[in-house]
């Protein structure tokens, strides 16, 4: 006799639903990666100089805002321009590649905002802070 729980049940998953050459390994960032998204909106306008990008971002130390723009740099995302001048200038910028995730924070931000009520009091029902 079956159970209701087993009826109930899915399917187990498949363990190759996911190709070897699944983009999802080549994503550029991770979802919920913390930098890159917002490294994107500060350079949404124009180019920007790195202690530029560290005026919004007083969180992130030098490090990690370097390690975060030479990855996205990597990815095609982010232009590094070096200019020979003294003292030098280095300024980055979005390459059409990194404009195209524009939509999609815009996307995040929209679905964030409609649901955060939702995602804190969950955090908070379980025993999180919010």
Request: charged residues 25%; contains cysteine; aromatic residues 6%.
């Amino acid at each position: 006799m079956t159970d209701a729980t087993d009826r109930d049940r899915s399917a187990p998953l498949d363990p190759d639903m996911f190709h070897p050459l699944c983009p999802f390994s080549a994503m550029p960032f991770r979802v919920g990666d913390k930098w890159s998204g917002m490294v994107i909106r500060c350079l949404q306008e124009g180019p920007r100089r790195f202690g530029e990008l560290r005026v919004p971002l007083p969180a992130v130390t030098p490090k990690v805002l370097s390690e975060t723009l030479r990855a996205m740099e990597r990815d095609g995302l982010v232009t590094r321009t070096a200019y020979d001048e003294n003292p030098p200038r280095v300024e980055y910028a979005l390459t059409a590649l990194g404009r195209t995730l524009i939509p999609l924070l815009d996307a995040a931000r929209s679905w964030s905002e409609a649901h955060l009520p939702d995602l804190l009091a969950a955090r908070r029902a379980a025993g999180h802070p919010a």
